[in-house]
């Protein structure tokens, strides 16, 4: 068997006249972040986890953010997507560890439904994706609550 890591990183700005989502989820907040897809942090820094892993670039070069069929897209889409391009090369997810970071609205209650989410839309069990939540205790963009960030790690195998 053969295994590959990736690493993925992403953030937005948070908005007024978005909704949010994050890990597929729709999240009640007066703020939404701001992208040319749903803009969810959480699933791009998976996508392109997995894209690194397979060794085959970053979101944006298979979606770019200058692409009509992009506009508004749900990032589930995008994420079962991913999932199909590396199953091009023979791989499947083994795992993903994921954090957000923000300081509201608070991520913990959410966490279970996103995992419930993105396991179907990857087709894997919701055991093999751990989201964490924390804030960057009011510093910088994300403590001024001017945007979200998402970090994610993933293993992907090929048998």
């Not at 993925?8 to 009640?28: F, N, P």
């Not at 699933?43 to 392109?48: L, Q, S, T």
């Not at 923000?102 to 209650?109: G, S, T």
Request: with cysteine; proline share 3%; charged share 25%.
């Amino acid at each position: 068997m053969k295994i590959r890591v990736g690493m993925g990183y992403d953030v937005h700005q948070l908005v007024e006249g978005r909704e949010l989502w994050l890990g597929g989820i729709k999240i009640e907040h007066s703020l939404g972040l701001l992208g040319h897809s749903d803009a969810d942090v959480l699933i791009h820094a998976i996508c392109d986890a997995l894209l690194g892993a397979a060794n085959m670039r970053d979101i944006g070069y298979h979606f770019p953010d200058t692409s009509a069929d992009t506009l508004n897209i749900d990032s589930k889409i995008l994420l079962r997507k991913v999932v199909d391009l590396i199953a091009t090369k023979g791989y499947h997810v083994g795992n993903i560890d994921a954090t957000v970071c923000a300081e509201r609205p608070k991520i913990n209650p959410h966490i279970p439904a996103m995992k419930t989410c993105m396991a179907n839309v990857m087709g894997i069990d919701e055991d093999d994706i751990s989201i964490k939540a924390t804030t960057t205790e009011k510093l910088g963009f994300t403590g001024r609550e001017e945007g979200m960030s998402a970090y994610a790690v993933v293993l992907i195998e090929k048998p």
